[in-house]
T-cell receptor
Framework: GQQLNQSPQSMFIQEGEDVSMNCTSSSIFNTWLWYKQEPGEGPVLLIALYKAGELTSNGRLTAQFGITRKDSFLNISASIPSDVGIYFCAGQAYSGAGSYQLTFGKGTKLSVIP | DTAVSQTPKYLVTQMGNDKSIKCEQNLGHDTMYWYKQDSKKFLKIMFSYNNKELIINETVPNRFSPKSPDKAHLNLHINSLELGDSAVYFC????????????FGPGTRLTVT
């Protein structure tokens, strides 16, 4: 099956610093998504990317869909303590029989030191 | 109002038992999913239902049986529980099959002893 390589696995940063994480795949995806999961909760969608080269922002978050459609990155600017959580990339591709499927990366655990 | 809800939040049971996890969504979505998140936080899809019909059935043991009594509910029944079934199980829903905007429930932490 398709696999996503997400890096880094974990990050410890000072409050106010910028953060960058990325995902790469051996397969092409139609859509790239970034989710955030806080402890004890389900993943929440942050940003969705639909076209190769697309750059999208959501507040302090910026994400890009790679030109090759095999990678994406997420940047967080001026981090704050509530940014703590696990960030997941997910790629969506056609899985046959009229259905699409999400494949998730293994997550980047972000810790912010006040 | 909770969009996607799951019960129970925590489930501790012994090997060999049979248990069910319930999921309900009040978003009017057509498609519902079950995901398994292991101890390393890896999220993997297990099942997908669209309008009460199974459309994705990943390679999971047949001890796992999803049941969708109506569009708003997708329950997961697990027979003969094993230690390796311990994980967090997430229900999710979306408007169409595979639509990017999947809304996740809060998860059910299953511990098999």
């Amino acid at each position: 099956g398709q696999q996503l390589n997400q890096s880094p696995q974990s990050m410890f940063i000072q409050e106010g610093e910028d953060v960058s994480m990325n995902c790469t795949s051996s397969s092409i995806f139609n859509t790239w998504l970034w989710y955030k999961q806080e402890p004890g909760e389900g993943p929440v969608l942050l940003i969705a990317l639909y076209k190769a080269g697309e750059l999208t922002s959501n507040g302090r978050l910026t994400a890009q869909f790679g030109i090759t459609r095999k990678d994406s990155f997420l940047n967080i600017s001026a981090s704050i303590p509530s940014d703590v959580g696990i960030y997941f990339c997910a790629g969506q591709a056609y899985s046959g029989a009229g259905s699409y499927q999400l494949t998730f990366g293994k997550g980047t655990k972000l810790s912010v030191i006040p | 109002d909770t969009a996607v809800s799951q019960t129970p939040k925590y489930l501790v049971t012994q090997m060999g038992n049979d248990k069910s996890i319930k999921c309900e969504q009040n978003l009017g979505h057509d498609t519902m999913y079950w995901y398994k998140q292991d101890s390393k936080k890896f999220l993997k899809i297990m099942f997908s239902y669209n309008n009460k019909e199974l459309i994705i059935n990943e390679t999971v043991p047949n001890r796992f049986s999803p049941k969708s009594p109506d569009k708003a509910h997708l329950n997961l029944h697990i027979n003969s529980l094993e230690l390796g079934d311990s994980a967090v199980y997430f229900c999710a829903s979306s408007q169409e099959p595979g639509t990017y905007e999947q809304y996740f429930g809060p998860g059910t932490r299953l511990t098999v002893t």
